[in-house]
């Protein structure tokens, strides 16, 4: 089977209306990609964003944009995304541009995001997303790391780009500029190239994308993806969204980060969609969902924090009757909000689960609506063969028994798996194993199949020879009125080594007291068991976080630990489980 064939067979599928349907041609049709032959040399702008979806959508919209502060909107179809595309590669392989070489592009939310991407790709270099919140210490950590051969970036960061090519001594062969800089080729110089541009050859084990992680649990790693692990491996993503040829996709997240590429780029432009991009300075959710009504989205992905935001609004001012899927991604969505969104919208909220190493790998796909239990992230995409391990690495067949999520390669290798952490073999060791890759997360299924979502294997909490995941005793929280978010870590503790800690931050109206820490204690009493209950609470502004909205448990576990090193026993509106006399009664 051609390329071509699989991608046509996966926008066939997701049209099918009878969920049960889907359900078996969806299992059908990753059983035979898993097993495919592929050939030896994959360039997917040429073959599938211009060989397929040009050719046959070219006047369908690929990209409706908008800059929700200043109200500017464009539009873009594949014919003509795919002629700056062109414009693009042209200017950068006449300076020099070539297969293998890296382009760092650190942009917003704005068309020539998805120009460059695809200029990047059809020419064979090395595509590396930059965050835009990046500091200059942290260019300069990646330059030294990755040396820059082409940069594209906004005017605003050309001056901390700079800093960090000096003390780096890089020498980029092109610094393209959206806007004006001295040095820099403004992106507007362009217009004069080709539209037409030959696309490179490129093997299928090359690496075409290049990630630095965010640093959750440590300093970044270079996550290197192939010619094929995202453009094919996003059929999974595309699938487990379940998005339609012509039909409009928007994905709240930003560029510099996997998501970005997961789901408003890859999967939708797999499949035909037209993808919505929103510019924005700072989520306003009001004026975020008027978009999502203005421009008719069909399938919309948020993470959790901004569903929290969302369901915080009366939900009935706004237009939602195009609406037909919504999902999450991220971190686990509390049940309480999946709920409430349905309740408006008519649609549940379907959980799924990856990484920056991988595509979609655990969710709930739209057969699953309905059907799901909330709470729970689902179960394994057909496309990669997952299990649980113990900490000796044995398979884990029990239910309810909690263990590190890992990738099984014996039987296949899942497509959407990534090639490797450039650079850094001791790390590959670590996380490749035996004829498992270990995803450093841990979760349980039950007697159905359905999976939960622990946490991280360094989040996870060890108290009294229990194990605590922080993502219960944060819902459990949450469910409370006044609390708007939490975080859990496990704080130093000589007795029980760590005691379970809950970050508070209060939602509008409420203030820090004595009387409504008993009560979240109380409120905790009720829902979970006795190990799992919050020892101490402390109510906080704000809690750390990744650009992506991952809560950064590592700062706060750090800030735990030289609490205690410098001795001090109480920070302000802290309270401890053991100061309430009124508890002495209750769990213990």
């Known amino acids: 089977m051609s390329m071509e064939k699989y991608y046509k067979e996966a926008m066939k599928l997701n049209t099918i209306e009878n969920m049960e349907e889907r359900r078996e041609a969806a299992k059908a049709f990753f059983e035979r990609l898993n097993y495919a032959q592929w050939p030896e040399t994959f360039n997917w702008v040429e073959e599938i964003f211009e060989g397929l979806h040009v050719r046959e959508r070219g006047d369908q919209p690929a990209l409706l944009w908008a800059d929700m502060t200043s109200g500017k909107e464009k539009s873009l179809t594949y014919r003509e995304l795919a002629e700056e595309c062109n414009r693009c590669l042209n200017f950068l392989q006449k300076k020099g541009a070539k297969v293998g070489d890296n382009m760092y592009m650190m942009l917003p939310i704005v068309p020539e995001t998805w120009i460059s991407t695809l200029a990047s790709l059809k020419g064979g270099l090395i595509n590396v997303p930059t965050a835009t919140s990046m500091t200059a210490r942290e260019m300069q950590f990646r330059f030294q790391s990755y040396l820059p051969d082409t940069i594209v970036a906004d005017e605003s960061f050309t001056d901390l780009i700079d800093e960090a090519i000096q003390n780096t001594g890089g020498k980029p062969k092109v610094k393209l500029v959206l806007g004006k800089k001295d040095g820099w080729t403004s992106f507007d110089d362009l217009a004069g190239e080709p539209k037409e541009a030959k696309g490179a050859d490129i093997k299928k084990d090359d690496v075409l994308y290049c990630f630095f992680t965010s640093g959750t649990t440590g300093l970044p790693k270079l996550v290197g993806h192939s010619a094929m692990s995202y453009p094919v491996g996003h059929l999974s993503t595309a699938v487990m969204v379940g998005m339609r040829p012509g039909a409009v996709h928007h994905n709240l997240s930003a560029p510099g980060w996997a998501k970005w590429a997961w789901s408003s780029f890859f999967a939708p432009l797999n499949v035909g969609s037209t993808v919505a991009g929103f510019n924005f300075a700072a989520l306003d959710p009001k004026t975020y969902l008027e978009y999502v009504s203005k421009y008719k989205v069909a399938t919309f992905c948020a993470p959790p924090t901004a569903w929290r935001a969302f369901v915080g609004l009366d939900l009935s001012q706004f237009d939602f009757s195009a609406l037909k899927s919504s999902v999450s991604a991220g971190e686990p969505l509390n049940p309480e909000v999946i709920q409430q969104w349905k309740k408006h919208t008519g649609t549940e909220i379907r959980d799924f689960y990856g990484q920056t190493e991988s595509t979609a790998m655990i969710g709930n796909p739209p057969w699953m609506e309905g059907k799901m239990r909330f709470g729970s992230f ?81 989040d996870v909490i060890k108290s009294s ?52 820490a008993l009560e979240l204690f109380q409120h905790s009493i009720n829902i979970l068991a006795k190990f799992k209950i919050p020892r101490i609470i402390e109510f906080v502004p704000e809690v750390p976080k990744t650009i992506s909205g991952k809560i950064r448990r590592i700062e706060l576990r750090e800030h735990e630990v030289k609490k205690k090193e410098d001795g001090v026993e109480r920070a302000p509106n802290e309270y401890f489980y053991g100061d309430f006399p009124e508890l002495s009664s209750k769990k213990k």
Do not use: C
Request: aromatic share 16%.
């Open 378 to 458: 689902g179960y394994p995409s057909y496309m990669y063969d997952i299990t649980l391990a113990d900490d000796e690495g044995k398979e884990i067949t029990q239910t309810e028994e909690t263990g590190h999520i890992v990738v099984r390669l014996s039987k296949w290798r899942a497509m959407g798996l990534f090639t490797e952490y450039i650079g850094n073999p001791e790390k590959m060791s670590q996380v490749f194993i035996g004829d498992f890759y270990y995803t450093g997360d841990r979760a349980y299924f039950d007697e159905d199949g359905y999976w939960w979502f622990v946490g991280r294997a360094d």
């Open 465 to 516: 020879d229990f194990r605590v995941g922080p993502f219960e005793v944060e819902s459990t929280l949450i469910e409370h009125p006044a609390v708007a978010e939490a975080a859990v870590v496990g704080s130093p503790d000589p007795q029980r080594y760590q005691l379970v800690k809950a970050y508070v931050i209060l939602s509008q109206g409420y203030e820090p007291s004595r009387e409504l």
